[in-house]
């Protein structure tokens, strides 16, 4: 292999912009696991099935009613908002009232049972056939030499879009300053008159809205299918750990990170290859900077 | 104290405890040859093999919280260590057996060196991890591995002039039997040892042992790497009984990982035996409605759910009516 089109700068900025709007999955979806992981401290393993709902709330707007993907996009996001506070209400709840010390291990598998839940019988009602969008925004733009299309540039900008809105709501708002606090130590937040049960249940609903946005987002790349939440789960753990577990802006800066990283490895790797490649840099992450990469502080978790 | 304590931490054989366990096992020895019914004996295989998995997960979890979440890769760490050494280096799948426990000892071994020094969920996950990349990197190593494709493996070779062919059901449950017998004689020592003490330990406040100068870590990476040695064991005895591995989801990933994990929580954490009579419930009761397909799977995550919130103790909750 001839290792000077590394160097080729019309190939290096196309797979840098492949790059970003994989990591603009990985972003959004690492945020949703962040954000649930922080506020509940749950380490949630149903998200691809969040991610999965979403595909379908995509498929469901643009596919059957033919309208604009802006909707559809709206559409997953209020559904799994509405779908992840049931979840919390309904089972998550519950739990927490039980759990007391094995709260970690018994949420995380209370999230296994939902996964198996959510994956079969989304198998037993629209089987395995998937459902894609070919294309979202028909069209392309060249610039400087590399071709965009309007579907890569829109994925990339609407997800920019929801981080800065959720970054704003959640730095600005009251409900945004809850959150933090409960975040940052429940009991507190509670004498302080937070009502901690509201703020659990909204934020396993922003959590779950990201993924379901991220997969309405990104289904020309990933059409809906009962098991298509595995490989962006896969990948949004990954970025959690690289990125360190419940920081928010390591989630995004690993999701993007990852995305280039992967552009790069689909270009030079065998398609199998590269599944190999992920848990790889994990592990390496693990042994040498187990606090994540981005994480600011020394103490190790 | 400690007295009373050492008396409450074992269990008391009464005449009547005592003869429903030995009515237990001869049912397990027993039925199998009298039944003489092949499709009975594979389905009695099955559901001692799982009960065995699901037992090594709860000395894990049950024990010392300690969650694999790749536990499915470590089986197939040892069904492909000893089928790989018999298919290309002519090794003995007697020694194979062996084989697969030295090579997801090791994978454990690792696994928890990078991960038991940290709090949480990260041996969870990265196992999870490490067991897709093995599964990955099996499939993918086609010209050794024979990935997809499927890889045949040799039956045991003949012991004592016992013959290990493969239509003899009743040897491979036998042996199945013998290997059990052992797997769980090593646990039930290790867990009524000092070691046991300090899992338990562990497992209900690890800050508190820590500060009793008891070294988790060290504990927990005992723990991991002989429950992962054990798993190969029994992985390799998969692999010489099933006859081909293939890297499917299905035998070596997530879907299978679920299932030993329910097994596990059905029996009820911290409880060994519970798992092997999860097994026989779980496993008959797919057995008996085969026509369930995806509702099975459903059915396993309604009762992962289903315990957590309502039977945290499984079947071991039911022991003070049956025992």
């Known amino acids: 292999m001839d290792w000077s089109i590394l160097l080729d700068p019309l190939i290096l900025s196309e797979l840098v912009f492949q790059g970003l709007v994989r990591g603009s999955m990985y972003a959004l979806m690492g945020i949703g696991l962040s954000l649930i992981f922080g506020i509940l401290g749950i380490v949630n393993f149903a998200h691809g099935e969040q991610f999965m709902i979403g595909t379908y709330c995509m498929y469901f707007v643009a596919a059957v009613l033919g309208l604009p993907f802006i909707a559809g996009i709206l559409f997953a996001g209020v559904v799994l908002f509405f779908v992840g506070m049931a979840i919390e209400r309904g089972l998550v709840e519950p739990l927490r009232r039980r759990a007391g010390r094995d709260w970690l291990v018994d949420s995380f598998v209370l999230t296994i049972g939902l996964m198996v839940v959510l994956q079969n019988l989304a198998q037993i009602v629209f089987g395995t056939r998937r459902r894609g969008v070919t294309t979202l925004l028909p069209g392309s733009f060249e610039i400087a030499g590399i071709t965009i299309t309007y579907e890569r540039l829109a994925i990339f900008l609407t997800a920019l879009a929801v981080v800065g809105l959720l970054f704003l709501f959640i730095r600005f708002t009251a409900l945004g300053k809850a959150i933090r606090a409960t975040a940052q130590h429940a009991e507190a937040a509670q004498t302080l008159g937070i009502d901690i049960a509201r703020i659990y249940t909204i934020g396993f609903g922003l959590g779950a809205a990201l993924a379901g946005i991220a997969g309405a987002l990104l289904i020309s790349i990933f059409p809906a299918f009962p098991t298509v939440g595995y490989q962006p789960v896969l990948k949004s753990f990954a970025v959690v750990i690289i990125g360190g577990l419940g920081n928010i802006p390591g989630a995004i800066a690993a999701g993007y990170l990852l995305g280039v990283v992967e552009a790069y490895a689909i270009f030079l790797l065998s398609a199998g290859w590269q599944a190999v490649l992920t848990p790889l840099l994990i592990v390496l992450v693990l042994i040498f900077r187990p606090q994540g990469l981005f994480t600011v502080q020394g103490e190790r978790p | ?323």
Not at chain 2, 154 to 180: C, E, M, Q
Not at chain 2, 290 to 301: I, P, S
């Open chain 2, 1 to 323: 104290m400690n007295r009373a304590l050492a008396t409450a931490a074992r269990p008391v054989w009464t005449p009547m405890r005592l003869f429903k366990v030995l009515a237990l096992l001869l049912l397990l020895v027993l039925v199998p040859p009298f039944a003489d019914n092949p499709y009975l004996t594979t389905i009695f295989i099955s559901a001692v093999m799982f009960g065995l998995f699901g037992a090594i997960y709860d000395l894990m979890i049950g024990y010392c919280g300690l969650i694999n979440f790749g536990y499915a890769g470590f089986i197939a760490a040892g069904a492909y260590a000893s089928a790989l050494a018999a298919f290309h280096y002519g090794i003995s799948p007697w020694l194979g057996l062996l084989i697969g426990g030295a090579a997801a000892a090791l994978l454990g071994l690792f696994t928890g060196l990078i991960t038991l020094r940290l709090r949480g969920l990260y041996l969870g996950l990265t196992t999870w991890f490490v067991a897709e990349a093995l599964r990955f990197t099996i499939s993918n190593a086609d010209s050794y591995t024979r990935g997809v494709r499927g890889l045949a493996v040799d039956p045991f070779p003949d012991l004592f002039g016992i013959s290990f062919a493969r239509g003899n059901l009743l040897t491979y449950y036998y042996l199945l039997l013998v290997l059990g017998a052992l797997i769980m004689l090593a646990m039930y020592l290790l867990v009524r040892s000092k070691a046991g003490l300090a899992f338990k330990a562990i497992r209900e406040d690890e800050l508190a042992a820590q500060s009793l100068a008891v070294d988790t870590t060290r504990y927990k990476l005992l723990n991991f790497t002989v429950a992962s040695f054990l798993t190969g064991v029994l992985g390799a005895y998969y692999a010489h009984y099933l006859g081909i591995l293939t890297p499917t989801p299905e035998e070596f990933g997530v879907p299978r990982t679920v299932e030993i994990l329910t097994i596990a929580y059905v029996g009820g954490r911290g409880s060994l035996w519970g798992a092997l009579f999860a097994a026989f419930l779980l496993i008959g009761f797919q057995e008996y409605f085969r026509e369930l397909e995806a509702w099975r799977l459903v059915l396993y995550g309604l009762l992962l759910i289903g315990i957590m919130l309502f039977a945290p103790k499984g079947l071991a909750g039911l022991r003070k009516h049956f025992w």
